[in-house]
């Protein structure tokens, strides 16, 4: 039976984690966990659950953004969707008039990632499967034909997308029956926010060697004394051979970023992640160029808008780590993009986690990444952060530091409705609370 989208919901929903300095960085000091929670219906009584991740204030924004787009969802059915999902991608980053606040980045980009992130969600429902599995098991051209090639045919054409895809059919089943038994190794961010103290960092780090952990990420940036003391602080408690990342969420200018980085290069750091304007390509390039002798690689992504910059980055050799995330860009067709891009100038794919659903949403990209496209776990990792999983149907599973494929079907994007409730801004019973001990 088609199915007919007859309705979306959108509600603002917040967590205040900044109550607790989970999630601080340099930049982002008191974030609240939040999200552009969206709901589709159809005439069948099926849904779809799709999300977009903020950090509070400017979350209504985008709210009215998603019920702005609202109006070129209902009324179409999923087939007609699915049959020309490049074109329904277009219609919703292009529409003549909505594009001017854009385009394809921004308020609007991120409305247009839970939109679609819901559809995507609805389709693997009324398949039976997960979305990744929905993905590996998609026929190359199928594939092809839900991601938008415009701007991107000097970097990937269709045929080089098409020829990656069919290459990568040798193996797959193994990395299917791979993944299902080993899952897909995490890094944890959890131990080391800006905001923790020195003991809450030590305890949470030995709690994270104790769990298998082999892999952790420090927030850096704001204070380089303290940055030194933390990074020797993990240093020592890892080991010389665990993973030892920094993150500066963007925090300094191109020759800060190099000054910096290099006092902290005794640390070994795998990488430094945002370490400038996430839309300054020639500076990240100047860092990687500079980093390179001391073993230090770039990362960046998470607010990178749109699969025409990680193009750039890629071109320019800006970046050693692509960090793609599931809600900034266009949902799973532009991200589908970039993952071909990433694999075509050999660049691993290291994704963005955290925050509200994003562990659950991006775990499907990465497993498709390495099963449908890359073929490789070489330096590749996916970000975790231990926040938020219980408001979730879904939530992820890990396993001795791996994420374990999800097995429901969807894209594990739908909240229990209880959470949903309490944490509606601004007048879910949680935040009334909180307004009541302010008042």
């Known amino acids: 039976m088609p199915q007919k989208i007859v309705k979306l919901t959108v509600q603002d929903v917040r967590f205040p984690t900044s109550l607790e300095l989970h999630g601080s960085d340099a930049m982002h000091t008191d974030p609240d966990y939040s999200v552009a929670y969206v709901v589709i219906e159809t005439d069948q009584g099926m849904r779809g659950y799709g999300l977009t991740f903020t950090v509070g204030r400017g979350t209504e924004i985008v709210v009215c953004a998603v019920e702005a787009l609202s109006a070129l969802v209902i009324g179409k059915s999923l087939e007609e969707i699915v049959s020309d999902f490049r074109g329904f991608y277009r219609l919703l980053s292009s529409d003549g008039q909505m594009r001017w606040i854009g385009p394809e980045k921004g308020v609007i980009q991120l409305a247009t990632a839970a939109v679609l992130n819901s559809i995507w969600d609805l389709w693997a429902r009324l398949e039976g499967k997960p979305l990744w599995k929905l993905l590996v098991d998609m026929e190359p051209k199928k594939l092809i034909s839900c991601i938008d090639f415009r701007y991107i045919t000097d970097a990937l054409t269709e045929q080089e997308a098409l020829d990656i895809l069919e290459k990568a059919k040798e193996g797959k089943l193994q990395r299917v029956d791979q993944m299902l038994k080993e899952g897909y190794p995490a890094y944890t961010t959890s131990c080391a926010w800006l905001g923790y103290s020195d003991q809450l960092l030590r305890q949470l780090c030995n709690d994270a060697l104790k769990d298998g952990w082999t892999k952790f990420k420090v927030k850096v940036g704001a204070d380089l004394e303290d940055d ?48 400038t304007c996430p839309d300054d390509i020639l500076g990240h ?4 160029k500079a980093l ?3 073993g230090i690689g770039v990362a960046s992504g998470e607010q990178c808008h749109n699969r025409v910059m990680f193009k750039q980055f890629l071109q320019a050799g800006a970046l050693q780590f692509i960090q793609i995330d ?3 860009m266009g949902s799973v067709n532009e991200n589908l993009a970039v993952l071909l891009m990433a694999h075509k100038f050999n660049v691993p794919v ?7 659903g994003l562990c659950e949403l991006v775990q499907h990209l ?13 330096n590749r990792m996916c970000e975790f952060v231990d926040h938020l999983h219980e408001h979730f149907i879904s939530p992820v599973e890990i396993k001795n530091a791996h994420y374990m494929p999800p097995k429901d079907p969807g894209y594990s994007c739908e909240m229990k409705e209880a959470s949903v409730q309490s944490y509606q801004y601004p007048q879910g019973e949680v935040w009334k609370q909180i307004k009541k001990q302010k008042d």
């Not at 051979?241 to 980085?261: F, K, P, Y």
């Not at 290291?350 to 509200?356: D, Q």
Request: charged letters at 20%; proline letters at 6%.
């Open 292 to 294: 390179a002798p001391l």
């Open 326 to 328: 599931s809600c900034r």
């Open 366 to 378: 990465i497993l498709f990444d390495y099963i449908s496209v890359s073929a490789s776990l070489d």
């Open 350 to 356: 290291c994704p963005h986690a955290g925050g509200v």
């Open 228 to 275: 030194i003391r933390r990074c020797s602080l993990i240093r020592q408690m890892i080991g010389p051979h665990n993973s030892l990342m920094i993150d500066a969420n963007q925090r300094w200018d191109v020759g800060e970023a190099i000054t910096w980085v290099t006092k902290l290069a005794e640390y070994k750091p795998l990488w430094i992640e945002e370490p």
């Open 285 to 288: 390039a100047a860092i990687s």
